[in-house]
T-cell receptor, first 114, second 110 residues
Framework: DADVTQTPRNRITKTGKRIMLECSQT?????MYWYRQDPGLGLRLIYY???????NKGEISDGYSVSRQAQAKFSLSLESAIPNQTALYFC?????????????FGPGTRLTVL | RKEVEQDPGPFNVPEGATVAFNCTYS??????FFWYRQDCRKEPKLLMS???SGNEDGRFTAQLNRASQYISLLIRDSKLSDSATYLC???????????FGKGTRLHILP
């Protein structure tokens, strides 16, 4: 079984819809991250969390919100999806005391907003 | 100057050849450097860390040049399976902030 899982893997939705992307991990890591990846723009950090009660905005948090329901779960919400949020979304984990730059990624969620 | 910059490529290299690419970074206080590999439509995976003295892992060699603020990745005896995008990652040492480069695409040709 994969250590970091994401659901759904693919999603097509319409403008204005609310969407939730979920991430679960069995690695026991305390830190979790959400990124989006766009062609030519690389990986950009949306939000990150260093523990259950810690939420931090990343580089491009506008239009997104997150919830850290438990150490193992970190969900990303698009309250009202828009077409420029079409992208590949990755969840990642790392652990305190280890190098935060060693991150373990989930398989990604491909989101299309029409 | 961008925080982390890579040549996007693609680098088209015949199988068996040696290929190298660089990544420049802007923050001289950066402490940690890594190369990740990303296959098409897949998640990035850690390839190797980059140590000050340089380090080697099989056919892969990573080096750091602090004076010129760049890291490099050299691949010897390239294989078809090396075709991927290689992401440079730099820890800016500010609030543990890490930055991913946009990646360099490598195509190994048969």
């Amino acid at each position: 079984d994969a250590d970091v899982t994401q659901t759904p893997r693919n999603r097509i939705t319409k403008t204005g819809k609310r969407i939730m992307l979920e991430c679960s991990q069995t690695k026991g890591h305390d830190r979790m991250y959400w990124y989006r990846q766009d062609p030519g723009l690389g990986l950009r950090l949306i939000y990150y969390s260093f523990d259950v009660k810690d939420i931090n905005k990343g580089e491009i948090s506008d239009g997104y919100s997150v919830s850290r329901q438990a150490q193992a779960k970190f969900s990303l919400s698009l309250e009202s999806a828009i077409p420029n949020q079409t992208a590949l979304y990755f969840c990642a984990t790392s652990f305190t005391g280890g190098p935060s730059d060693t991150q373990y990624f989930g398989p990604g969620t491909r989101l299309t907003v029409l | 100057r961008k925080e982390v910059e890579q040549d996007p490529g693609p680098f088209n290299v015949p199988e068996g050849a040696t290929v190298a690419f660089n990544c420049t970074y802007s923050n001289s206080a950066s402490q940690s450097f890594f190369w990740y590999r990303q296959d098409c439509r897949k998640e990035p995976k850690l390839l190797m860390s980059v140590y000050s003295s340089g380090n080697e892992d099989g056919r892969f060699t990573a080096q750091l040049n602090r004076a010129s603020q760049y890291i490099s990745l050299l691949i010897r005896d390239s294989k078809l399976s090396d075709s991927a995008t290689y992401l440079c990652v730099v820890n800016m040492n500010r609030d543990d902030k890490i930055i991913f480069g946009k990646g360099t695409r490598l195509h190994i040709l048969p």
